[in-house]
């Protein structure tokens, strides 16, 4: 809900707090084979909604738009996704870096107008995969995009040509192994 709040600090200290591991109550607690645990109970919803946590501060798509990285904590100045999935059949594909974005990527399995949130600072080129410049409007802070069924849109800074291809991405930190010994 934070990230949906667009409060990306307090949604990662959620996150934060169910991933360390810390026991809630008496007898709750995320085991090592990722279950949540309550009392006897193993279940497996908390930790797909975790993950599904994740997902939100990545990406997000409501009320006919689609952002990227819409609630980021400014701790992850670094984030790189591949194909993930948003309503109206739109595959995303998005780096950045340093704390701001540098590129999107978006791919229409449907064919459908796009509305981006793009979350890129100054002015944007909007391109197909081979680089030729695709018809787009500016609507508020994002850019609406007419694609066709299999066309993809790279949103860049104006005048930059980066590697749009998924990275990974270092750690902030370290943290416990999961899993059994």
């Known amino acids: ?56 501060m990545m990406v997000q798509s409501h009320n006919d738009v689609v952002r990227v990285f819409p609630s980021v904590s400014s701790t992850w100045a670094d984030a790189s996704i591949s194909s993930l999935r948003t309503q109206g059949a739109f595959l995303v594909d998005a780096s950045r870096s340093g704390g701001r974005t540098d590129w999107v990527k978006v791919h229409s399995e449907a064919g459908a107008p796009l509305v981006l949130e793009h979350g890129i600072t100054g002015d944007v080129d909007v391109r197909d995969a081979r680089g030729r410049r695709l018809e787009h409007r500016p609507r508020g802070t994002a850019v609406e995009i007419p694609l066709r069924r299999g066309q993809s849109a790279i949103v860049t800074r104006r005048g930059t040509r980066p590697d749009v291809s998924a990275r990974d991405v270092k750690a902030n930190g370290s943290s416990s192994r999961w899993g059994l010994p």
């Open 1 to 56: 809900m934070y990230s949906a709040m667009g409060r990306p600090e307090d949604a990662l200290s959620f996150l934060r707090h169910f991933l360390e591991r810390k026991q809630v109550g008496s007898n709750a607690v995320l085991t090592e084979n990722t279950f949540y645990r309550e009392g006897g109970n193993l279940a497996i919803e908390s930790p797909l909604m975790a993950a599904q946590a994740v997902l939100e």
